[in-house]
């Protein structure tokens, strides 16, 4: 065998095991391409369980994920309460002005500022239900509740067509509807039960004004934009997008239903995250940023 022939042996086998030895490419990973790809995959790093109601109020256009299953619903029950509080205001039942003397026993610690009031302060019912929105304060939520009753409020959302949503207590026990012995299960959801839709369906009805009156309809829709925790579907929103929304807390739990104005549509949210591992009261919490991604996500994927 001649050398130039063992040469060009020796270049054949150098370039095959160089061939060999290079690394095969990895395939690319697509991104997620729909808005459910997207909310799956970010959902994936979550410790804890979701479930989603959102719709765009202008087009229609909407994304569920559990969306019919019961939730607690933590303080967001409390959108609940202030329709039938409107609703017996409408009726004659109640006034706005009628006199509520905050006694010692009937305060409430947790959320909001009533319980460090003085004992017999006195305030309005108007007073009273601005405070359970606006700061979610839960003795204006008690002393609201004994005006309106737990019962009532749930006869007025069963008339809305809210079959999943219930009040089922005061804060802290008392004021228990029949709905508690009725089912039940019940008793496992705390202040109240609700499901994505119906809290979805109940904001949309506000928007179109379609609870109790078109003027009240549009006052408690301007009760929740003044809603001060923000950390949720409304963290980081810039001054030009206005949002109308109540969120709700317990140690595992995170909620927000709301309302953001957005220049693509209206898009109405309901989100609950619970079961989470974590229990933190930060706006760090898992579940209040979880919350914030998901709705930016749901703003971009049902914006027109």
């Given at each position: ?27 690319a990973v697509a991104p997620p391409a729909t808005l459910d790809e997207k909310i799956q995959s970010e959902l994936k790093s979550f410790s ?181 925790f923000k950390d949720g579907i409304g963290r980081n929103l810039p001054d030009t997008i206005q949002s109308a929304s109540k969120s709700g ?49 749901l703003q971009d994927g049902l914006g027109k």
């Amino acid at each position: 065998m001649t050398k130039k022939i063992i040469s060009i042996l020796i270049l054949l086998c150098a370039a095959q095991l160089a061939a060999a030895q290079k690394p095969t490419p990895t395939p690319a990973v697509a991104p997620p391409a729909t808005l459910d790809e997207k909310i799956q995959s970010e959902l994936k790093s979550f410790s804890g369980r979701v479930w989603i109601y959102a719709k765009n109020l202008d087009t229609g256009k909407d994304y569920a994920l559990r969306a019919d299953e019961q939730v607690r619903t933590a303080s967001t029950i409390k959108l609940a309460i202030m329709t039938e509080t409107f609703h017996q205001v409408a009726e004659g039942k109640l006034k706005w002005t009628d006199e509520i003397v905050l006694t010692k026993e009937k305060k409430q610690g947790g959320s909001g500022i009533l319980f460090e009031f003085s004992d017999n302060t006195k305030i309005d019912l108007r007073t009273a239900v601005n405070l359970m929105i606006v700061v979610s304060d839960n003795t204006a939520t008690n002393l609201v509740i004994d005006r309106v009753g737990t019962d009532n409020v749930n006869a007025f959302v069963d008339s809305l067509g809210l079959h999943q949503t219930r009040s089922l207590r005061k804060i802290g026990g008392g004021g228990e509807a029949k709905a508690l012995t009725e089912i039940p299960l019940y008793k496992n959801f705390g202040l109240g039960v609700s499901s994505p839709r119906d809290m979805v369906r109940l904001l949309e009805m506000l928007e179109n004004g379609e609870v109790v009156s078109k003027e009240a309809s549009a006052e408690m829709l301007n009760i929740m934009k003044r809603q001060q925790f923000k950390d949720g579907i409304g963290r980081n929103l810039p001054d030009t997008i206005q949002s109308a929304s109540k969120s709700g807390a317990l140690d595992r739990l995170r909620s927000d239903v709301g309302i953001i104005y957005t220049r693509r549509g209206r898009i109405a949210i309901a989100i609950t995250t619970d079961d989470m591992m974590e229990v933190a009261y930060t706006e760090e919490n898992p579940g209040l940023k979880m919350l914030w991604r998901l709705s930016q996500l749901l703003q971009d994927g049902l914006g027109k």
